[in-house]
Nanobody, 122 residues
Framework: QVQLVESGGGLVQAGGSLRLSCAASGRTFSSYTMGWFRQAPGKEREFVAGISSNGGSANSADSVKGRFTISRDNAKNTVYLQMNSLKPEDTAVYYC???????????????WGQGTQVTVSS
């Protein structure tokens, strides 16, 4: 099992930046595919970005391409989401997720963090 704890959320003006971090427990972090998801009020949770276990492959949703970047540091058991040019529509609770195995970066995650709120004011 792996436990995930997100941090770095907050309130930012449109056009600003935030970096989310997700710290994972366990010694096998480098074996897990990691992802970021978000859920806005009244909406379903949606995929934001995913990264393979060794960091060699990454993918992101069309809505954040060119603005958000996912990365990981396996030595620190941490995955990051750098968010630039933030928009009010990026306001949501952001969740970190992990899974062991599988080729998809978008689906079938098994472990979830508690979430961190990101609010973008206009």
């Amino acid at each position: 099992q792996v436990q995930l704890v997100e941090s770095g959320g907050g309130l930012v003006q449109a056009g600003g930046s935030l970096r989310l971090s997700c710290a994972a427990s366990g010694r096998t972090f480098s074996s897990y595919t990691m992802g970021w998801f978000r859920q806005a009020p009244g909406k379903e949770r949606e995929f934001v970005a995913g990264i393979s276990s060794n960091g060699g492959s990454a993918n992101s949703a069309d809505s954040v391409k060119g603005r958000f970047t996912i990365s990981r540091d396996n030595a620190k058991n941490t995955v990051y989401l750098q968010m630039n040019s933030l928009k009010p529509e990026d306001t949501a609770v952001y969740y970190c997720a992990a899974k062991y195995g599988g080729s998809s970066l978008r689906y079938n995650y098994d472990y979830w963090g508690q979430g961190t709120q990101v609010t973008v004011s206009s």
